[in-house]
């Protein structure tokens, strides 16, 4: 377990290029440099978000929120499609309000990415929003990490969401996985980043 936490912590500061390798000394040579989550695992979720696109044109990403718009403007970069914002007023720690919908939805598949679903208010919000608000034809909800906190899964269960696409990042209990959830496995990028890592080839290229 220690060995899968260290490996966790070098992997995320990778750098895309090894000292000469006269120089070379093993991984502590490395040059490192922050690689941040969304651009680690983005080319993960939106490969198999793709693999449901027949038309770009009929997907829209939507930002959950202000914070998320980067993230989500890049997102939307890899599947070629639009964009979409909600805009909220959090009142208080967990609990938000939806207050706007800024873009085009109707009709429309939506993606909501986020980087984490921790007690899943804010998405199911969101969705509930673009479906009753925007009279978008469908929602899916990408993310990398699942916490799943307090009353997400009900919340989940609850929420018009079509399909919730996580990463295995973080252990997923029986008792919290949906009939609706897809778990997408990291094991293949650990594994090409090791593999890189030990040639002395680049690691950024895996995350274009």
């Known amino acids: ?3 899968v936490f260290f490996f ?7 750098e895309d290029g090894i000292r000469d390798a006269q120089e070379s000394r093993g991984l502590g040579d490395v040059y490192k440099r922050q690689v941040s989550t969304q651009s680690t695992w983005a080319p ?7 693999s449901k696109q027949e038309n770009p044109d009929e997907w829209v990403v939507v930002s959950p929120d202000l914070g998320s718009v980067t993230r989500a403007r890049n997102f939307a970069g890899r599947l070629n499609c639009s964009l979409a914002i909600i805009d909220k007023r959090r009142q208080k720690a967990n609990v938000c309000e939806v207050m706007n919908l800024i873009g085009d ?5 939506i993606v909501m990415v986020d980087d984490m679903i921790d007690t899943a208010g804010t998405l199911c919000n969101a969705a509930k929003a673009v479906i009753e608000k925007g009279k ?7 993310a990398t990490h699942a916490i799943l906190s307090g009353p997400a899964v009900e919340r989940l269960k609850e929420a018009p969401i079509k399909e919730v696409i996580v ?5 997923i209990p029986e008792e919290n996985k949906l009939d609706k959830m897809t778990i997408l496995s990291v ?9 890189r890592i030990y040639e002395e080839k680049p ?4 995350f274009k």
């Open 1 to 3: 377990l220690f060995c």
């Open 8 to 14: 966790f912590f070098f992997f995320f500061q990778a």
């Open 44 to 50: 993960l979720l939106a490969s198999y978000i793709r």
């Open 105 to 109: 939805v109707e009709g429309k598949k």
């Open 136 to 142: 978008a034809k469908e929602v899916y909800a990408a």
């Open 167 to 171: 990463t295995n990042t973080i252990h």
């Open 187 to 195: 094991a293949p990028l650990f594994a090409e980043a090791i593999e």
């Open 203 to 206: 690691v950024s290229p895996m």
